[in-house]
C-alpha cells in the first residue's frame, strides 16, 4: 500500500469517528448531570460541599411544631412540597441504580450515596417514632397557590402522619424498600449505617403489613389528588418484602412474596390514568404501581436459584412483550420520533423507569443466555440494550426537535422548567424576600430561567414530539425526582458501553 492509500484510509477512519461522536452522547456527563440534580431539590440544611450552590438552607422547623425533626430530605419537584410517598420510590429507584450500576459510575459513585444518604436520613427521622411514619411535610394547597423560594417559604409546613389506627400501608412498604434497597448499597461502605437502615426497614414493613389500609383513606384531601395511591397497597407490601428477602435472605421474606403475589392477580386496580385493570399489571411501574419493577427483580432471584416455579419471569416476558414496538401484544405508544409513551402526566417519568428496567432484565436474562418470545418474535437482549439506548438518545437530544430534555446538557434544552427555585432569583442575587404572591411576575415572565437546575430531567415533549417551553405548562416542563433516578442507573451503563 503506498503512503498516499494509508493516509487517506487513516484520515477516513478519524472522519468515521467523528461522524460517531456527532450521532453518540456523552453518557458520562449525562450520569454526572442527573445527579447534581439530586442536590438543587434538597430540602434542609445544606452542607459545605453543596455544589448547586445558588440553591441555601431552607425548611431547617421542619416537624418542630411537634416536637418531632423532619428536616431534610427532598422536594419533590416544582413545589417545596416533601411528598414521602414517590420520595421514597426515587430512592429505591437510586439505589438499585448503583446495586446494578454503581460499579460503573467512577467518581460519580461517592455523588450517588451522597444523594441516597440524603434521604435515607431523613426516612430514618420519618420513622423514628415507632407505630407512626411520616408521610408528608407541607400543606399541598397551601404551597402550590404560592410561587415561592424554598428558601422563603411562609405556607404552613404541616407535617402529615399515619399510624395504627390511620394506616398507610403503600407509603409504609415503599418507605421500608428504599430503606432495605440503600442498607445494602452502605452494607460495604458504612455497615453500621446499613444495619440501622435494615432494622428499620424491617420495623416499618412489619407496621405498614400490620395495620393494613390505604393512606387515600387516612389523609384524604391531604394526600389525593396529588399523590393519590391508585392501584392499591398490595404491590408495595410484595415489593417492599422482595427487597427485604433480597437484603436479609430470610425465608419469611421469600414466602411472604410468593404467598402475596397471587393478590395481585385478582385485585382489581386503577392506573394513573383512571383505566380499571384486574391481575398482576405486568406492564405497570412507578411511584404508584411496582407489578413490573417485583416481576423482573424476583426474576434474578428466580434465575439464579433453585427456587420453585413463579410468575415472575413469565411476567416479565409480558412486560417486555408490551413495551417492545415490533410485539403483537405492545400496549404502549410512540411518537414519530420513537419515544415511549403512556398515559398520565410527565411521560418521561415512564420512558425512565421502564427502560432502566429493561436493562436491567437483559443484563439478568443474558446471564442465563435466554431471550424473550413475544408470539413469533424474537426478542434478543442486544435488541432491548439497543431498545433502551434509544430511549436515553431521544431525551439526550436524538430527537426531531434536536432538544435535549435534561437541563445543562446539550446545545438546546429547555429553559423555563416548572419550578420555583429555578425560576425566582437567587438570595445570592435578591437578598430580600420574595413572598407568595410576589412570585407572579417571575411565574409570568418570557424571560429564561435565572438558575440551572442542571441535570433536571422535564416530562418532555408531547406524542407528536413537540415542546413549548412554557412554564405553566407543569405536565411537560416541570422535573420530578422520579424521572431521574432511574436514569442515573441507565445513563451509568451506557457511560461504560457507549458503542
Ligand atoms: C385512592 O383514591 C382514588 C381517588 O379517589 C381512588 O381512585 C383509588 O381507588 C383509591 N385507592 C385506594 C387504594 O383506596
Ligand atoms: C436537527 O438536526 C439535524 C441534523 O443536524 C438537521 O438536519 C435538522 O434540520 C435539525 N432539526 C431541527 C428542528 O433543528
Given at each position: 500500500m503506498s503512503v498516499c492509500k494509508r493516509w487517506l484510509k487513516l484520515v477516513g477512519v478519524v472522519v468515521l469517528l467523528m461522524l460517531e461522536n456527532v450521532a453518540s452522547h456523552d453518557y458520562g456527563d449525562a450520569l454526572s448531570k442527573s445527579i447534581l440534580f439530586f442536590e438543587g431539590q434538597r430540602s434542609g440544611k445544606l452542607p459545605p460541599n453543596q455544589r448547586m450552590t445558588w440553591r441555601k438552607d431552607s425548611a431547617l422547623n421542619d416537624g418542630f411544631q411537634i416536637g418531632?425533626?423532619?428536616?431534610?430530605?427532598?422536594?419533590?419537584?416544582?413545589?417545596?412540597?416533601?411528598?414521602?410517598f414517590p420520595m421514597a420510590f426515587s430512592t429505591t429507584m437510586l439505589a438499585w441504580s448503583v446495586l446494578e450500576f454503581g460499579k460503573l459510575m467512577d467518581s460519580d459513585l461517592k455523588l450517588g450515596l451522597d444523594a441516597i444518604r440524603w434521604a435515607t436520613d431523613y426516612f430514618l427521622k420519618a420513622t423514628s417514632i415507632p407505630g407512626f411514619v411520616f408521610v408528608q411535610v407541607g400543606d399541598p394547597d397551601g404551597d402550590h397557590n404560592c410561587w415561592e423560594r424554598p428558601e422563603d417559604m411562609d405556607t404552613p409546613r404541616t407535617p402529615y402522619a399515619v399510624s395504627k389506627?390511620?394506616?398507610?400501608s403503600e407509603v409504609s412498604a415503599e418507605i421500608s424498600a428504599a430503606l432495605a434497597a440503600s442498607a445494602m448499597v452502605f452494607r460495604t461502605i458504612d455497615l453500621a449505617y446499613s444495619a440501622r437502615l435494615l432494622k428499620r426497614a424491617r420495623m416499618v414493613f412489619d407496621f405498614a403489613d400490620r395495620y393494613r389500609g390505604s393512606y387515600n383513606d387516612s389523609l384524604g384531601p391531604w394526600v389525593c389528588p396529588f399523590y393519590c395511591d391508585f392501584s392499591g397497597y398490595e404491590d408495595e407490601l410484595v415489593w417492599g418484602a422482595a427487597w427485604l428477602f433480597k437484603a436479609t435472605k430470610m425465608l419469611y421474606y421469600w414466602n411472604y412474596v410468593n404467598e402475596n403475589i397471587h393478590n395481585l392477580e385478582n385485585h382489581v386496580a386503577k392506573t394513573t390514568n383512571g383505566d380499571q385493570y384486574r391481575g398482576g399489571s405486568f406492564a405497570e411501574f412507578g411511584w404508584d404501581t411496582k407489578h413490573a419493577g417485583i416481576n423482573v427483580l424476583v426474576s434474578k432471584l428466580v434465575m439464579s436459584g433453585n427456587l420453585q416455579s413463579s410468575p415472575f419471569l413469565p411476567n416479565s416476558d409480558k412486560f417486555v412483550c408490551s413495551i417492545l414496538p415490533e410485539s403483537p401484544t405492545i400496549s404502549v405508544s410512540y411518537s414519530p420520533g420513537g419515544l415511549l409513551f403512556k398515559p398520565g402526566g410527565s411521560n418521561l417519568q415512564h420512558a425512565t423507569a421502564l427502560s432502566f428496567l429493561l436493562l436491567v432484565y437483559a443484563r439478568y436474562l443474558n446471564q442465563v443466555n435466554r431471550n424473550v418470545h413475544c408470539g413469533n418474535v424474537v426478542v434478543t437482549t442486544t435488541r432491548l440494550i439497543q431498545f433502551t439506548r434509544g430511549q436515553v438518545d431521544y431525551i439526550l437530544g436524538s430527537n426531531p426537535l434536536n432538544m435535549s430534555y435534561m437541563v445543562g446538557y446539550g446545545k438546546k434544552y429547555p429553559k423555563k422548567i416548572h419550578h420555583r427555585g429555578s425560576s425566582l432569583p437567587s438570595f445570592d442575587k435578591h437578598p430580600g424576600r420574595i413572598n407568595c404572591a410576589g412570585g407572579a411576575s417571575y411565574f409570568d415572565?418570557?424571560?429564561?430561567?435565572?438558575n440551572l437546575l442542571i441535570g433536571a430531567v422535564v416530562g418532555g415533549p408531547d406524542i407528536s414530539d413537540?415542546?413549548?417551553?412554557?412554564?405553566?405548562?407543569f405536565v411537560h416542563s416541570e422535573p420530578t425526582t422520579y424521572i431521574n433516578a432511574p436514569l442515573v442507573g441507565v445513563l451509568a451503563y451506557f457511560k461504560s458501553h457507549s458503542s
Open positions: 418531632v425533626d423532619l428536616v431534610g430530605g427532598y422536594y419533590d419537584a416544582g413545589d417545596n412540597v416533601k411528598f414521602n389506627q390511620f394506616p398507610g415572565s418570557l424571560n429564561p430561567n435565572p413537540s415542546y413549548v417551553d412554557s412554564r405553566s405548562d
